[in-house]
T-cell receptor, first 111, second 115 residues
Framework: GENVEQHPSTLSVQEGDSAVIKCTYS??????FPWYKQELGKGPQLIID?????GEKKDQRIAVTLNKTAKHFSLHITETQPEDSAVYFC??????????FGSGTKLNVKP | DTEVTQTPKHLVMGMTNKKSLKCEQH?????MYWYKQKAKKPPELMFV???????INESVPSRFSPECPNSSLLNLHLHALQPEDSALYLC??????????????FGPGTRLTVL
């Protein structure tokens, strides 16, 4: 089955700094990679996603990069703000009908 | 509108109770999902419905019984649960996968406590 590894498990940055979270996957057929943000007591919210036909996608302060050869993808948050503090999950598909989630990264942005 | 709603927000039940969780979406999605999430862990898939038919059951115990009465609603019936079933139960929906998975939108979850 699919194996998704996510690092780091915790990340603490100063407000205004950048944060990078990395995920690797095992299924070379995987072609869609979403990132979710989960705040305490809430459900995961999609923040950005990327399909395998592109290498990078940006949305304001958030970007995702994909390296299909190395089978890894990364979330980049620039100019971090305290409200970016949350748990972030990456996901990769398996068998085209289910997602496997990474183990999560708890991001703490210190004011 | 990308909203998935779930009721109730919180539920406390005894091991002999019968209760139901409800999920609703009005995005026209024909795939709906139940996930279970324990504290500090990622969501774990339980069930997938595609066009109102159960397509995936991830070997979930029979004390959890899903139901999809129509294309907008998804229920999870609970009976004779165990304390270890306490968790956040998440509903999600998406377009029906067709050769490639589509974006899944999650609801806020139901926090279930089994006493």
């Amino acid at each position: 089955g699919e194996n998704v590894e996510q690092h780091p498990s915790t990340l603490s940055v100063q407000e205004g700094d950048s944060a990078v979270i990395k995920c690797t996957y095992s299924d070379s057929a995987s072609n869609y990679f979403p990132w979710y943000k989960q705040e305490l007591g809430k459900g995961p919210q999609l923040i950005i996603d990327i399909r395998s036909n592109v290498g990078e996608k940006k949305d304001q302060r958030i970007a995702v990069t994909l390296n299909k050869t190395a089978k890894h993808f990364s979330l980049h948050i620039t100019e971090t703000q305290p409200e970016d503090s949350a748990v972030y999950f990456c996901a990769a598909p398996y068998n085209f009908n289910k997602f496997y989630f990474g183990s999560g990264t708890k991001l703490n942005v210190k004011p | 509108d990308t909203e998935v709603t779930q009721t109730p927000k919180h539920l406390v039940m005894g091991m002999t109770n019968k209760k139901s969780l409800k999920c609703e979406q009005h995005m026209g999605h024909r795939a709906m999902y139940w996930y279970k999430q324990k504290a500090k862990k990622p969501p774990e898939l339980m069930f997938v419905y595609s066009y109102e038919k159960l397509s995936i059951n991830e070997s979930v115990p029979s004390r959890f019984s899903p139901e999809c009465p129509n294309s907008s609603l998804l229920n999870l019936h609970l009976h004779a649960l165990q304390p270890e079933d306490s968790a956040l139960y998440l509903c999600a929906s998406s377009q029906v996968p067709s050769g490639s998975l589509d974006t899944q939108y999650f609801g806020p979850g139901t926090r279930l406590t089994v006493l």
